[in-house]
């Protein structure tokens, strides 16, 4: 025999139980309507924290609604799911920054000096789950290579809170050309 065609989802609705003690019975109805119906799925979005069912329009996900009120007892709501935005950069900028802190004792010195571009020229066709790029492209041993580790760290760990709006940053390569430590102050930390 041959396999059953099954078009891809036309229209995604989010979906919660109103009270979560009910939360076991919902489950057991959407994991039971998803075996009974290929064409309706089920999807949980880590980020933004929602359940989406999709299926082929709106009456569709609205009868799955209305089963899981009457077969399942369990008063829901459903809404339009939010959109995952992505922030990126628009072209490439260069940097100088130096990170100088004297608190008391050992102080803490860190300067790096590089740029920042776009992965791909084309920023309007990127790919959501485009990820980051770390270019370590220093001469000499301005920066030692124990910091670069930590220079790389603090990279990632910038692009998961653009900016301007607080969504990830994709679709960036940060390339570290120089720098200069400090022999006391100097640490991954500063770094």
């Known amino acids: 025999m041959t396999e059953m065609f099954v078009p891809d989802p036309v229209m995604s609705l989010t979906i919660k139980p109103k009270k979560v003690a009910d939360l076991d019975s919902f489950l057991k109805a959407l994991n039971r309507f998803q075996r009974e119906d ?3 799925t089920v999807q949980h979005n880590m980020e933004s924290e929602e359940i989406i ?4 329009g709106e009456l569709h996900l609205y009868v799955y609604c209305e089963r899981i009120k009457r077969e399942y007892d369990v008063s829901i709501d459903v809404g339009n799911p939010t959109v995952n935005y992505r922030e990126s950069v628009g072209g490439k900028k260069s940097f100088n920054y130096l990170h100088k802190k004297q608190s008391g ?9 590089g740029y920042i571009e776009p992965i791909n020229e084309d920023i309007t066709d990127l790919d959501a789950e485009m990820g980051n790029i770390f270019v370590n492209a220093t001469e000499g041993q ?12 603090a990279f990632h760990e910038w692009c998961k809170k653009g900016p301007k709006t607080g969504y990830p940053v994709v679709g960036m390569k940060y390339v570290l050309t120089d720098g200069k430590i ?3 102050d100097s640490s991954s930390m500063a770094f």
């Open 38 to 40: 290929p064409t309706f």
């Open 53 to 56: 069912i999709s299926g082929m």
């Open 105 to 113: 004792g050992a102080g803490q010195y860190a300067k790096v000096i």
């Open 142 to 153: 301005n920066i030692p290579n124990e910091y670069v580790p930590a220079i790389e760290k």
């Open 182 to 184: 400090h022999v006391v």
